[in-house]
């Protein structure tokens, strides 16, 4: 694979895909599947190595897409620039978690709290996000490590 960009230089500068950084390939990778036409599309954590405002412009590149292949996209995220994007609702969001009887799933809107939030002028992202963090996550902070 080959890509030219224009630039201020005369001539188009040219890269192959041996010197593409690793969010270029994701995105190239993300646009190829998404355009595909074909079942559901399971697309995990695509964020990872993109720049935030690239990032903020993925649920609307699936969108579009989806107008034009008919795809079901399901997408993981842990990304608040995701799920803060333009357009993308609280009906669409859904949290997996873990109860006395096992996983369950919870769409945004069915959690009072996450609701309560919104309409309070949080955004999806930080109304959504805290409520997936482990329950022990700040005893990272305590591990302690041996030399040699």
């Not at 001539?11 to 990778?29: H, N, P």
Request: hydrophobic share 40%.
């Amino acid at each position: 694979m080959q890509a030219r960009y224009r630039h201020w230089r005369g001539q188009a500068a040219k890269q192959t895909e041996e010197v593409f950084s690793d969010g270029t390939l994701r995105l190239i990778g993300f646009l190829w599947s998404i355009s595909e036409a074909g079942g559901p599309l399971l697309l995990e954590e695509p964020e990872l190595s993109l720049n935030d405002e690239v990032v903020a412009q993925l649920p609307g590149m699936i969108r579009r897409s989806q107008g034009l292949s008919g795809r079901q996209v399901i997408c993981t995220t842990h990304s608040r620039a995701m799920l803060d994007a333009l357009g993308v609702a609280a009906n669409e969001v859904h949290r997996l978690d873990v109860g006395q009887d096992g996983s369950f799933i919870e769409t945004a809107t069915a959690n009072p709290k996450i609701m309560a939030q919104v309409q309070g002028g949080w955004t999806l992202g930080q109304a959504v996000l805290p409520l997936t963090a482990p329950q022990t996550v700040n005893q990272l902070a305590d591990v302690k490590f041996a030399a040699g």
